[in-house]
């Protein structure tokens, strides 16, 4: 490539200067690879483009997954109330006969009788949906399981061992759904 280089009387420096042929040729690969530039641009547009619609269709899925899973879980809760709710109802329907009963009967064993035969259906309600009461008297202690209350020193009693229970605790699937209140032996 020759390249014709005039200085300019002017100018302290020699500036190239470039033929017209070569200037031709320059523009054919500048043209060229503008136009290579620009198809890249293009396809880079729309390849961000689709990228964007993408990840707004993703979006939209997620929200939808999102807002039905709620429904879902409001649903499958209501229907469990409804069934536990469902199987305490005749244990109330009982309580509402043994209260009318009481005020007809002057006799206590009655009274004791229909308050017993409560009790055992309340319990029976429990067992059928899976709550199963914590056992403690004369266990050992186990914080997971007793809340306790109160420590006695006695020597009759091995140590560390639940001696009394206060008040019922109750478990549901393997989770304590209310600790055991006892008095431990120290």
Same mark, same amino acid.
């Given at each position: 490539?020759? +390249? ?5 009387? /002017?100018?302290?420096? *020699? ?10 040729? $320059?523009?054919?690969? #500048?043209?060229? !690879?503008? *136009? ?9 547009? +729309?390849? %961000?483009?689709?990228?964007?619609? %993408?990840? !707004? ?11 039905? $899973? ?7 809760? $209501?229907?469990? $109330?409804?069934?536990?709710? #469902? /199987? ?9 006969? =043994? ?6 009967? /002057? ?13 055992? !259906? ?9 709550? #199963? ?14 809340? =306790?209350?109160?420590?006695? #020193?006695?020597?009759?009693?091995? !140590?560390? @061992? ?5 008040? *019922? ?10 600790? %055991?209140?006892? @008095?431990?032996?120290?």
């Amino acid at each position: 490539m020759s +390249e014709e280089i005039k200085s300019t009387e /002017n100018e302290e420096e *020699k500036i190239p200067v470039i033929s017209e042929d070569e200037m031709k040729k $320059t523009d054919k690969k #500048e043209k060229k !690879q503008i *136009k290579k530039l620009e198809k890249k641009v293009n396809e880079l547009e +729309e390849k %961000s483009k689709e990228s964007v619609e %993408s990840f !707004q269709r993703l979006a939209a899925e997620f929200d939808n997954f999102r807002k039905r $899973t709620i429904k879902e879980k409001d649903q499958i809760y $209501t229907i469990a $109330t409804n069934d536990v709710i #469902e /199987n305490f109802l005749p244990v109330i329907d009982n309580m509402e006969t =043994a209260n009318k009963s009481v005020h007809k009967s /002057n006799e206590i064993a009655d009274v004791l009788k229909g308050f017993e035969l409560v009790y055992r !259906q309340f319990n029976e309600v429990l067992e059928k949906i899976g709550v #199963e009461p914590i056992e403690c008297v004369d266990e050992d202690f186990d914080p997971e399981l007793h809340n =306790a209350v109160m420590h006695i #020193e006695d020597e009759k009693y091995e !140590q560390n @061992k639940v001696i009394e229970e206060f008040q *019922k605790g109750y478990i549901y699937k393997g989770k304590v759904i209310r600790h %055991s209140m006892v @008095k431990v032996a120290n």
